[in-house]
């Protein structure tokens, strides 16, 4: 058995049809008795990109002696022309992460991961320091290990004030070598409060977004910022929450 942590994450192809588009990341969130598929925004769609696919697919294990047993899994991401995925807004604007509800029953037999709940959420920003040691579970560039399907991390540091949100914005920076396919990754911070055999015993700070550069870089002269853009995970709160009319909300 792998370390849980590894199970958290899954790589997400997107298509338009059967069309393969981008490769991105996403984890798995877990509320009462709903389970999320998290990723970046952008990965469900991007008009400024002219991304705009139809369906996603993650990868699933199935047995959890033998890891290199996976299948496919597509989800849809529009019924009756509408989009099944949710996506937020805050004070500052827009906020690059997406939820997409997974039907539990709906899983094939077997199937294994492991899912980010809301304790796992940070509750005060004031408590967590600039330069902290963090995490980022994902596939740069696709890259993972093909043969049992598990994603690699990358060490990164708190770049920014956690308490302050950077420019006004809903995200944090973290400092961390990335590539494109790591958008929509859990950012963790490792949860020293925890005791024994929990599972997951990690703090689930942001989501992964994009890199950040200046625009004025010279591009032979100057190297990348190597800063990234993490949106605050406490959004998950409010993306998660049951709809008016469903039963869950009763």
Request: with cysteine.
């Amino acid at each position: 058995m792998t370390e849980p942590l590894l199970l958290s994450a899954t790589q997400i192809s997107t298509y338009d049809g059967d069309l393969l588009l981008t490769r991105a990341s996403g984890f798995y969130f877990s509320r009462a008795e709903r389970l999320f598929l998290v990723t970046s925004g952008h990965v469900v769609l991007d008009e400024a990109s002219k991304h705009f696919p139809s369906r996603i697919e993650i990868e699933l294990h199935l047995d959890a002696v033998n890891l290199t047993r996976s299948t496919g899994w597509s989800m849809p991401l529009y019924r009756d022309g509408k989009s099944l995925w949710r996506q937020g807004a805050d004070s500052g604007g827009e906020i690059d992460v997406a939820v997409l509800e997974i039907e539990r029953a709906a899983l094939p037999e077997g199937a294994l991961f492991r899912a980010f709940t809301p304790e796992h959420l940070q509750d005060s920003l004031d408590e967590i320091e600039v330069g902290s040691p963090l995490l980022i579970v994902g596939f740069p560039l696709g890259f993972h290990d093909t043969l049992h399907h598990l994603a690699v991390v990358r060490q990164a540091a708190i770049a920014s004030s956690f308490g302050l949100r950077f420019q006004g914005q809903g995200y944090f920076l973290t400092d961390a070598r990335t590539h494109r396919g790591t958008s929509g990754a859990p950012v963790v911070l490792r949860d020293r409060t925890v005791h024994g055999d929990a599972e997951l015993p990690w703090k689930l700070l942001g989501v992964h977004s994009a890199r950040m550069d200046m625009k004025t870089r010279d591009l032979f002269e100057d190297e990348t910022l190597g800063l990234n853009c993490a949106w605050y995970a406490d959004i998950l709160m409010t993306l998660t929450e049951p709809e008016p009319d469903s039963p869950s909300a009763a």
